[in-house]
């Protein structure tokens, strides 16, 4: 994508979505971590349906913990990957009791030494729970930085490097929704829709006329 488009790029998908987020459902830092530890491999959907009653029950580290490894698996059994996510979860939980009071950490490197948090999921809890200008790269955005041109890359670390340099500095804490809701709902894996797509003429791909 050429450097000028860009800025209209991102201008055009924040007048149609002015304050995106998460579609992920929570209430606190905990339960983002909690969903977002959950959401690999799975859709928000499933996520969603299944925390809505976990997050009653069990809605800070040390509840999470007091139902244990079957009483968790119980309530997340409808998500994939459920029982080494239910593990990870409770190691997870204990860790922010016993290293940082019970509350998530905010930097990158604390995030990343919690079971199952990898980079991906620390930049979602960096940029949805605290604002930070993060980018975290899951399928979605890959295929959009790389179909459209915007960021292209062989890696997720790669396309997000390249997304945080060349994303303008006012678009960048949202960027990472919009993003990810466009490559989820109009920039699809097999199927795009190009034909509903309004930044398809900033899209090295789109068969439309460059603006």
């Given amino acids: ?34 969903a977002v530890l959950l ?19 069990a809605n800070t580290p040390a509840k999470m913990l007091a139902l244990g490894l079957e009483g968790l ?9 459920y029982h080494s996510k239910a593990r990870h979860l409770l190691h997870t939980c204990q860790l922010l009791l016993d290293q940082h009071g019970g509350h998530v950490p905010r930097t990158r490197e604390a995030l990343e030494t919690l079971p199952g948090v990898g980079r991906k999921t620390a930049n979602v809890v960096l940029n ?10 899951d399928t979605h955005i890959f295929r959009v930085g790389n179909r459209t041109g915007l960021a292209p890359g062989k890696t997720p670390l790669e396309v997000e490097l390249k997304l945080l340099k060349r994303v303008p500095k ?42």
């Avoid at 959401?39 to 029950?57: C, E, G, M, P």
């Avoid at 698996?73 to 998500?79: D, L, N, P, S, Y």
């Avoid at 949805?128 to 790269?137: I, K, L, N």
């Fill in 170 to 211: 006012e678009y960048l804490v949202d960027a990472h929704h919009w993003l990810i809701l466009h490559g989820r709902y109009v920039c699809k894996a097999r199927q795009p829709l190009c034909d509903a797509c309004q930044v398809s003429a900033f899209c090295k791909s789109a068969p439309r006329k460059r603006p």
């Fill in 1 to 34: 994508m050429q450097p000028e488009y860009i800025s209209r790029f991102f201008a055009t998908l924040k007048a149609a979505n002015p304050q995106p987020v998460t579609e992920l459902e929570y209430t606190s830092v905990f339960e983002l971590l909690t």
């Fill in 128 to 137: 949805s729970a605290f604002g930070e200008p993060t980018m975290a790269v």
């Fill in 39 to 57: 959401s690999a491999q799975a859709t928000d959907v499933s996520v969603n349906k299944a925390t809505r009653n976990l997050f009653v029950v």
């Fill in 73 to 81: 698996e119980q309530h997340i059994k409808t998500i994939g990957l």
